[in-house]
């Protein structure tokens, strides 16, 4: 099941609270990530799952513990080159509202200063691979956009240079049930196996489990479980993992 | 009549108190932005420094501004003239300035800036790629505001021989001469009404 050997993400022992807080966000969350695996991370709201990614980089450092990427500790590395590694598509999408949709979607491209040329193929290039019409959007400004179409454009953007780790907060959040199959396809094929790292953070059981190499279930900022779907479904570790799983399976009685 | 009259024999005079006063208040208006800016840009990366300076300039507000004329002719470089009123001028606008540029820049939703962030922009490529031009708004009503105050305030500014409007102002009181207080007071308020209006209807066409 291990596509690779080489060590992605690690997270050693990372813990994160916020100021004012009585709790930890993240609490002692030690893991490691293979390049290559395509990780969902499942949990109740307010668990730590964004808090976890942002820290992945940097838009948030830990009070205590490490996060190696590559190899690299990344507290070491300038913030800016680490999140120049890595896509983020944030949860709010966060689309530029005074930039067209293909300005959006060239924004790291620009940063690291690709040629015009290449900057409009890959545009349109990905434009069609989340599912939109390049000749209708691009020159549309985000507020023109439903929902759903605006994190598309969300995620087109954050995979606008292919990077080799991509940090995904609910992308699907707003979509529809239908383009979301879809979606959910082409993004696997996007991942293609062995070289990219997903993190992928949904509330969609289902999609967790069809989507992911490996789940991260987290709960109250720590990890109850990471394991394979298999492994998540026969054998829940604990209580709440337990409960996650059986509140989907009863959902499913209705059909 | 008598002041249609006046202004017929006197459009020469008129016009170049009008024409000064312009002069100046554009003159005030550009030193202020731009320290404005700058002062904005070094607050954007210095919190406390933007705290501390607009604490400053709120003090400086609060002083009457003939009071501020007084204070500023001793000071070395300074003196009677139009220097002087200019650098009065361009202290009183910083307040409105900089109190509008920073939380025009500080107001841009949190999400935008975050993805932006998240994408690998470095705090400068966040400001001018972000920040300003999503508050262009604030920051225009905040020259808008300044703009209108110059205009009142350089009238004052005839006081230490600085010309302008102000100077019908003051030579028709030391002369007893209604007439040109009244244009002085027409021009003034005439000025300042257009060029809000003006103002106001281009703020509207900025989204
Ligand atoms: N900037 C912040 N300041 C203070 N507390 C925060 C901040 N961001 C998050 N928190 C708190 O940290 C905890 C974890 O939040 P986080 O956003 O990581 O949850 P989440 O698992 O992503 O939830 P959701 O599924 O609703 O997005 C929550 O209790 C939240 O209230
Ligand atoms: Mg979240």
Request: hydrophobic share 50%; with cysteine.
């Amino acid at each position: 099941m291990m596509p690779s050997t080489t060590v992605a993400i690690e997270y050693q022992h990372v813990c994160k609270r916020f100021n004012g807080a009585n709790y930890n966000a993240v609490n002692d969350v030690d893991l490691r990530i293979y390049e290559g695996e395509f990780i969902t991370i499942l949990g109740s709201s307010g668990s730590g799952k964004t808090t976890l990614l942002k820290m992945t980089n940097r838009l948030l450092d830990p009070d205590s513990g490490d996060i190696i990427l590559f190899g690299e500790n990344i507290r070491d590395v300038d913030p800016v080159l680490v999140r120049r590694r890595i896509g983020y598509a944030i949860q709010q999408v966060g689309l530029f509202p005074h930039m067209t949709i293909a300005e959006n979607i060239a924004t790291v491209p620009k940063l690291l200063k690709w040629d015009k040329m290449r900057i409009d193929d890959r545009v349109r290039e990905l434009t069609v691979l989340v599912g939109l019409e390049p000749d209708e959007f691009l020159t549309r400004y985000p507020a023109q956009l439903s929902g759903g179409q605006q994190q598309r454009v969300g995620l087109a953007r954050a995979l606008a240079i292919d990077p080799k780790i991509m940090l995904l907060d609910e992308p699907f959040g707003a979509i529809d049930a239908i383009n979301r199959l879809n979606l959910q396809d082409e993004l696997k094929r996007i991942h293609g196996g062995l070289k990219k790292t997903f993190l992928f953070v949904t509330h969609d059981i289902n999609e967790a489990l069809k989507l992911g190499t490996r789940v991260i279930v987290m709960n109250e900022g720590r990890v109850c479980q990471f394991d394979t779907p298999e492994n998540i479904v026969k054998n829940p570790t604990d209580g709440f993992v337990e409960s996650l799983i059986r509140s989907c399976r009863e959902q499913e009685r209705f059909w | 009549m008598e002041l249609i009259q006046f202004a017929q024999r006197n459009h020469g005079l008129l016009l170049r108190a009008l024409s000064e006063h312009i002069q100046m208040v554009l003159i005030a208006l550009i030193l202020s932005v731009l320290l404005a800016g700058v002062l904005t840009i070094v607050a954007m990366f210095y919190k406390r420094v933007g705290t501390f300076l607009t604490y400053i300039f709120s003090i400086v507000y609060s002083i009457p501004s003939i009071a501020l004329f007084a204070l500023m002719i001793p000071l070395p470089g300074m003196g009677l003239g139009r220097n002087t009123a200019i650098a009065v001028l361009v202290l009183y606008n910083q307040f409105m300035l900089l109190r509008n540029f920073i939380t025009g820049l500080n107001g841009v939703d949190p999400a935008i800036v975050e993805a932006a962030t998240g994408m690998g922009m470095t705090k400068a490529q966040l400001i001018y790629k972000v920040r300003v031009p999503l508050s262009l708004k604030p920051i225009f009503v905040g020259i808008r505001l300044a703009l209108v105050s110059t205009i009142a305030i350089a009238i004052i500014a005839a006081f230490i021989g600085a010309g302008g409007i102000g100077l019908l102002v003051t030579i028709g009181l030391e002369t007893g001469n209604d007439n040109r207080i009244l244009w002085g007071v027409i021009l003034a308020a005439g000025l300042g009404i257009i060029t809000n209006a003006a103002l106001v209807w281009v703020e509207r066409k900025i989204k």
